[in-house]
Nanobody, 124 residues
Framework: QVQLVESGGGLVQAGGSLRLSCSVS????????MGWFRQAPGKEREFVAA????????HYATFVKDRFTISRDNARKTVLLQMNALTPEDTAVYYC?????????????????WGQGTQVTVSS
């Protein structure tokens, strides 16, 4: 069974940085497309970023605006999300997701496995 565990969330001031990590157990990590989503209070979960299983392609939501970087370490079965220049609008629970696929997909329902989420709070 595939399990995803996020870490690295917390409270940060506007303009600060956080690095989220998602560790994956079970399955073959190198076969999974990995994505990050987020859900702010009162809003639907939305796509943030995704990385192809070989790391050769990435895709970001437009609101990221070059502030976030997704990366993966297949040897350590980990995917990272480096978030810089954070604003209060980035406050949300951030979720890691996995899909057994090659091509990047952007929609929540397309992913097969999900973590429990990690809270990111950005104060003004």
């Amino acid at each position: 069974q595939v399990q995803l565990v996020e870490s690295g969330g917390g409270l940060v001031q506007a303009g600060g940085s956080l690095r989220l990590s998602c560790s994956v157990s079970g399955g073959t990590f190198g076969s999974y497309l990995m994505g990050w989503f987020r859900q702010a209070p009162g809003k639907e979960r939305e796509f943030v970023a995704a990385i192809r299983r070989d790391g050769g392609d990435t895709h970001y939501a437009t609101f990221v605006k070059d502030r976030f970087t997704i990366s993966r370490d297949n040897a350590r079965k980990t995917v990272l999300l480096q978030m810089n220049a954070l604003t209060p609008e980035d406050t949300a629970v951030y979720y890691c997701a996995a899909k057994y696929a090659y091509r990047i997909v952007l929609y929540e329902h397309q992913y097969d496995y999900w973590g429990q989420g990690t809270q990111v709070t950005v104060s003004s």
